[in-house]
């Protein structure tokens, strides 16, 4: 054999021998991942592998609008474990930074405190929980916990409610609705390697597991304002509580519910009891003279009644059974819309009298009074109205005019809506929808009626009547607004005390809604105690009065401008181009062309009509033409274009 | 021969799918993570959005920096822009 023949042979066994071991070990490999695979897997899997529950994060809560008023972040807590931690003193330095702790403090824990498990802090970002980790100190535990956060602080504090320590609800839609806010846990089998890394997680999806979105009717600026004006009132009066219901008179949907004093939900433990009740739908009050357009309504529905007949108010002073009923005025003759007009106890008893006292009970109970109006939020009471079959005769007098009978915030609230929505009662709501993780709607609420309790005709009456209440000679002139019809009701009631009613604790209201000819609004107030001064008129109705005017501007309702005859300080503005004099609006459609659209509004100030506007800059054409004569509520096209500055 | 060929051809086929597998298990773990970081972090700047918005702040900072007071009534205008 030659040499070169010796060598191929050689080739030859080295190759068959390398084709052996690599056929050997493609063999072993087919034999641990595919014939053994799924038992060697099992078997790996019941080492590395392990069930971790996870707890989902709570929901959110937005207003109608979209905006978060309440929602769960990822947060982080540190403990040590003693039992696995052995102390270095650079640990307390390193840990200090990381959790912004003080060194000495920190370092006296981790070298001599006793305890086998020790919180070294229970609120820590994202951000210092990964710096932590980084560190590996052996029985430093990071553990991934939830913050539920209300970011906009008390707003909506008492509709919202809030969580407890253990993610549970404890008030408000927090409490109503926390199974579906709470969410299910989910358990994940998660597989790590020989390095720890996470290579499996089985039943997992991606992104957080969280509860249920709730979305409320409550709109964030109404609730804001809400706030801010019956917080202002209550401390301009001395009071010491109030609420207030804004409601949408065609849907039953609630707009804002405030309450003072308040609370943030954030730092709840802070506040006591006392502050976290949503009194709107837990405190009731006897309403006073609000409840007059209720007995009026029924009566003028039962037919008992026509509002052209005159009642004889005694002069201010009447008795029921012994007991003494006043007016605040004395009054002889007085017509139904005057007796509403001027809140005639004396004239209300009578035409209760004429009611009698089992249809007045029935319609008090058809307009929602004395049973839970069902809104949604917890703890809602439902007022105080015996049967009519207990009634005597100073009773019926009593309830005529609004005592002896308690209802509360949001039952006022909602009668009121009835008579402002043409005698149809809707049912009040506060939560609109509620979608799951998938966003898949679990609840969608729509405006439902419980049905009509008077005739259109008989609640367009009341209407009126409510409307001359904030014209001169009624009880609630400041409740007015300029070039807006507002329609409401006055309620000044004495407290009940033992024995009789308080002499010096009175409890103030007002309940009315706006446009009177077409309601978008209906707006309760009430005050509680105030002690500078205690009519509905004085105390409740500018509340009223200023909710209105700044949520009709909000809502964009359109009405009349006003003449400014005092106008308020501005800040300097830039001046611009205003080409030919500014003349005052004469009934007639003035020249507007070249004008500036600031300009040729202010010479439209005065003209109670509809304003489109198209492009911008300068106004280059206009619709009426100039001299022609302009009526109520007509149609102004300006067409602006900037080629007009050149 | 062929036969041979044909099966540890096939035996690695299988035993580099088990290791794609495995690959893949790793890859749709960081995804996943990622996801997860990412709705934490929308979900704290929900919040931030939230805070930042609050009409009472809003309120406040409008009137202490810069000055502003409610719109007297017959100020605010409401008017109809053509789309």
Not at chain 1, 231 to 236: L, Y
Not at chain 1, 281 to 300: C, I, R, Y
Request: aromatic share 6%; charged share 25%.
């Amino acid at each position: 054999m030659s040499s070169r023949s010796k060598l191929g042979f050689r080739l030859k066994i080295v190759g068959l021998l390398c084709a052996c071991g690599a056929a050997a070990l493609v063999m072993r490999m087919y034999r641990l991942t595919v014939i053994e695979g799924d038992k060697l897997s099992h078997q790996a899997r019941s080492i590395n592998c392990r069930d971790s529950v996870e707890t989902a994060y709570r929901g959110q809560i937005l207003d109608r609008n979209g905006g978060a008023l309440a929602t769960s972040m990822q947060s982080f807590q540190v403990a040590v474990r003693r039992g696995d931690y052995v102390y270095a003193p650079e640990h307390a330095t390193l840990l200090a930074d990381a959790l912004a702790l003080e060194r000495s403090a920190l370092d006296k824990t981790l070298r001599s405190d006793p305890r086998k498990f020790i919180w070294l802090s229970r609120r820590v970002d994202t951000d210092a929980a990964n710096g932590i980790r980084r560190l590996r100190i052996a029985g430093i535990d990071v553990i991934e916990d939830q913050l539920r956060s209300y970011p906009h602080g008390s707003l909506g504090a008492h509709v919202i409610g809030f969580s407890g320590v253990d993610e549970q609800g404890m008030e408000g839609i927090e409490k109503a609705l926390d199974e579906e806010i709470r969410g299910e846990p989910i358990t994940r089998n998660i597989c790590k390697d020989a390095r720890g890394q996470v290579w499996l997680d089985r039943n997992g999806f991606p992104g957080m597991n969280r509860g249920a979105t709730v979305e409320l009717t409550i709109d964030a600026t109404l609730q804001s304002l809400a706030e801010t004006e019956l917080a202002r009132q209550i401390e301009e009066m001395d009071a010491d509580s109030g609420s207030v219901v804004i409601l949408d008179p065609r849907t039953g949907e609630v707009l804002a519910m405030a309450n003072a004093p308040t609370f943030d939900p954030n730092r709840y433990s802070a506040y006591g009891p006392e502050r976290r009740r949503n009194r709107a739908v837990t405190d009731t009050f006897e309403p006073g003279s609000t409840m007059k357009p209720f007995v009026v309504a029924g009566a003028l529905d039962a037919g008992v009644i026509r509002t052209t007949d005159r009642f004889d108010c005694e002069n201010g002073m009447m008795r029921v059974q012994g007991w003494p009923i006043r007016d605040h005025h004395p009054h002889k003759i007085l017509t139904v819309p005057e007796i509403i007009q001027v809140s005639s106890n004396i004239c209300s008893v009578k035409i209760g009298e004429k009611l009698g006292a089992d249809r007045l009970y029935d319609y008090l109970k058809s307009f929602g009074f004395a049973r839970p109006t069902g809104v949604g939020t917890p703890g809602e009471v439902s007022g105080k109205l015996d049967a009519a079959s207990k009634w005597k005769e100073i009773n019926l007098a009593n309830i005529s005019f609004g005592h002896g009978v308690t209802v509360t915030a949001i039952q006022l609230a909602t009668a009121v809506a009835t008579l402002a929505n043409d005698g149809v009662r809707m049912l009040p709501y506060v939560v609109r929808r509620v979608t799951d993780l998938d966003g898949d709607v679990l609840q969608y609420r729509v405006p439902e009626s419980e049905g009509r309790v008077v005739s259109s005709a008989v609640a367009q009456k009341v209407r009126d009547m409510m409307e001359l209440v904030i014209g001169p000679g009624g009880t609630a002139e400041r409740a007015g607004i300029a070039g807006v019809r507002v329609a409401g009701k006055t309620g000044t009631a004495q407290k009940t005390e033992a024995g009789g009613y308080s002499k010096e604790h009175w409890l103030s209201s007002f309940a009315g809604f706006l446009p009177a000819d077409d309601p978008r609004l209906v707006i309760v107030v009430v005050i509680d105690e105030p002690r500078e001064h205690h009519y509905g008129g004085v105390v409740a109705a500018p509340v009223f009065q200023r909710i209105a005017e700044a949520s009709l501007d909000y809502l964009h309702v359109h009405r009349p401008p006003v003449v400014d005859t005092d106008p308020a300080p501005r800040l300097p503005l830039p001046v611009l181009p205003e080409p030919g004099p500014v003349t005052v609006f004469d009934g007639t459609m003035p020249e507007l062309k070249g004008l500036s659209l600031r300009a040729a509004m202010r010479a439209l100030d005065g003209c109670d009509c509809a304003v489109e506007i198209a492009g911008a800059g300068y106004v280059v054409a206009q619709q009426p033409e100039p001299g022609v004569g302009v009526s109520r509520d007509e149609k102004v096209t300006f067409t602006l274009a900037r080629a007009a500055i050149e | 021969m062929t036969f041979v060929i044909v099966d540890v051809v096939l035996a690695l086929l299988l035993v580099w799918m088990n290791l794609m597998v495995q690959d893949l298990g790793y890859r749709i773990e960081y995804t996943s993570s990622l996801i997860d970081r990412l709705d934490h972090e929308q979900t704290e700047l929900v919040a931030e959005h939230a805070r930042l918005t609050s009409p009472d702040r809003l309120r406040r900072l409008a009137a202490d920096r810069l000055g502003l007071v409610p719109p007297r009534p017959g100020q605010v205008r409401a008017v109809y822009v053509e789309p």
